[in-house]
């Protein structure tokens, strides 16, 4: 079982719809928590990060930790065209080494 | 060039060759990782470095060999190349400061 798992999708919904992309995770120690996106042939790049439990925003994304049912959610609203990527969830496993999700692909329709 | 770089960006190669990627990053980051990127399992940690010198075993490292003689490269040599290495390979480095690691744009590996 992996540490971080994540819906592989893919998901399509419209522009300017509310997206909820959701991870579980298995180790109760994961304190850190990151979402990274991923274009088309591109290299992930880190989009936010949280740490412990709550919510943090970012412009139109907002990332929620609930610790006591170990979810990760990040929430995208507005959504356009160039939110179209893939979402990996991560969290550290010590020593700078980070668990990923296999990603949710995500396509936002014009 | 600044940031992260991997070459080549496209190798195709038969199987049983050795084969070498390579990754330069010119932040002097203390860490580097190989990943390798399949449909169905994600990111998978290969190798990863925390300095020159010093280098440890991730998820997957049969197959693999690395070496750190210099803080800005750390190149990913496939010993005998098999068709079950084909697969998208992503070099990261990391400041051991906020966990974020920066990824290089990918090597596209096809081994027939």
């Known amino acids: 079982q992996k540490e971080v798992e994540q819906d592989p999708g893919p998901l399509s919904v419209p522009e300017g719809a509310i997206v909820s992309l959701n991870c579980t995770y298995s180790?109760?120690?994961?304190?850190?928590f990151m979402w990274y996106r991923q274009y088309s042939r591109k290299g992930p790049e880190l989009l936010m990060y949280?740490?412990?439990?709550g919510n943090k925003e970012d412009g139109r994304f907002t990332a929620q930790v609930d610790k006591s049912s170990k979810y990760i959610s990040l929430f995208i609203r507005d959504s356009q065209p160039s939110d179209s990527a893939t979402y990996l969830c991560?969290?550290?496993?010590?020593?700078?080494?980070?668990?990923f999700g296999t990603g949710t692909r995500l396509t936002i329709i014009p | 060039d600044a940031g992260i770089t991997q070459s080549p960006r496209y190798k195709i190669t038969e199987t049983g060759r050795q084969v070498t990627l390579m990754c330069h990053q010119t932040?002097?980051?203390?860490?580097m990782f190989w990943y390798r990127q399949d449909l169905g399992h994600g990111l998978r940690l290969i190798y990863y470095?925390?300095?020159?010198?010093?280098?440890d075993k991730g998820e997957v490292p049969d197959g693999y060999v690395v070496s750190r003689s210099k803080t800005e490269n750390f190149p990913l040599t496939l010993e005998s190349a098999t068709r079950s290495q084909t697969s998208v390979y992503f070099c990261?480095?990391?400041?051991?400061?906020?966990?974020?690691?920066?990824f290089g744009p990918g090597t596209r590996l096809t081994v027939t």
């Open positions: 470095s925390a300095a020159a010198d010093i280098t």
């Open positions: 932040w002097s980051h203390s860490y």
């Open positions: 949280t740490y412990s439990s």
């Open positions: 991560a969290s550290p496993l010590g020593d700078e080494k980070l668990t």
């Open positions: 990261a480095s990391s400041g051991a400061v906020t966990y974020e690691q920066y």
């Open positions: 180790n109760s120690a994961f304190q850190y």
